[in-house]
């Protein structure tokens, strides 16, 4: 689907015109410029690994709000 959908792009951006083809890429340019938190990838593991372990063991609790305030001083 990714494939797909990039190869699509890929031959319109091909057909654009030189006009069009420098505003896309002010557009582009943009969205690499909005910063997002940095979330240290330890923490991202540790989010993915519970929500794996709970969906295998789905009795169990996902503990993700005793531990949000350490995330939030990480983000802040």
Do not use: G, W
């Not at 002010?26 to 997002?36: A, G, L």
């Not at 709000?65 to 995330?71: A, P, Q």
Request: proline share 5%; hydrophobic share 40%; aromatic share 10%.
């Amino acid at each position: 689907m990714m494939n797909a959908t990039a190869e699509l792009l890929k031959t319109k951006i091909e057909n654009f015109s030189p006009e069009t083809l420098e505003a896309f890429a002010r557009i582009v340019e943009s969205f690499e410029e909005t910063s997002q938190p940095a979330i240290p990838q330890f923490q991202l593991d540790e989010i993915l690994y519970r929500i794996q372990f709970h969906h295998e063991n789905p009795m169990t609790k996902l503990d993700f709000y005793d531990n949000i305030s350490e995330l939030q001083k990480s983000c802040a």
